[in-house]
Every structure is written in structure tokens, then in C-alpha cells.
């Protein structure tokens, strides 16, 4: 059973940085990408970044040159390093796997429990 567990969320003003951790086990699959998502109040879960089964990044363009998404050597710890946060960047942070792709909602295979980010002005 796959397990993804989320950590290093928490409340910053903006301009501030944060580190977020996703801790990767149990995965019956043998190849997989790992990805952050991101849901707002009244929104849908969107895509924020992943790390493809290549290793290949993807970014929203919302995040592009704020955000940055690595991986572990051994695939089971993934990271986001929030920059320059904004208040607009609030919301709760999701860590994602699939087999196939990790871009958008209907291709994840499992969730982590999340981990709140709050941005204040």
C-alpha cells in the first residue's frame, strides 16, 4: 500500500520561504512519478509540480521561478522549495503518485494527507 506522508507546511509572510517534504513507501508499482498538488478554498485541485518517471520536471505557471521540486536519489522522499511566497500561494499542499503521470487529477493513483501553507500579507 502506498503511503505518502506530508510535512514542512506552515504560516509565513509573504516574500518568505518554505521546504515542503513528502516521505514515499510502499509502492507496488514499479516505476512512478511523484507530484505536488495544491487546493483552495472554492477551487479544484490543481497541479503545482512533478517529477516524471524520467525524472523530468513540470511546474504551473503560476510557480515558475518561485517554485522548485526535486527528488531523492532513491525516489522516496520529494521536495518543494517555495520562494517568494505570496498570499495567492495559500492552500492546502497535496503529494501525489501515479505509474503513468503525475499532471493533472485524473492520473494520480494515490494522495497524501496534505499539509496546510499560509501566506499572509
Known amino acids: 500500500q502506498v503511503r505518502l506522508v506530508e510535512s514542512g507546511g506552515g504560516s509565513v509572510q509573504s516574500g518568505g520561504s518554505l521546504t515542503l517534504t513528502c516521505a514515499a513507501s510502499?509502492?507496488?508499482?514499479?516505476?512512478?512519478?511523484l507530484g505536488w498538488y495544491r487546493e483552495q478554498p472554492g477551487n479544484s485541485r490543481e497541479g503545482i509540480a512533478s517529477?516524471?518517471?524520467?525524472?523530468?520536471?513540470t511546474y504551473a505557471d503560476s510557480v515558475k521561478g518561485r517554485f522548485t521540486v526535486s527528488i531523492s536519489s532513491d525516489r522516496r522522499t520529494l521536495y518543494l522549495q517555495l520562494n517568494n511566497l505570496e498570499p495567492e500561494d495559500s492552500g492546502i499542499y497535496y503529494c501525489?503518485?501515479?505509474?503513468?503521470?503525475?499532471?493533472?487529477?485524473?492520473?494520480?493513483?494515490?494522495w497524501g494527507q496534505g499539509t496546510q501553507v499560509t501566506v499572509s500579507s
Open positions: 517529477v516524471a518517471v524520467d525524472d523530468s520536471t
Open positions: 510502499g509502492f507496488t508499482y514499479s516505476r512512478y512519478c
Open positions: 501525489a503518485s501515479s505509474g503513468w503521470e503525475c499532471t493533472t487529477v485524473p492520473d494520480i493513483w494515490d
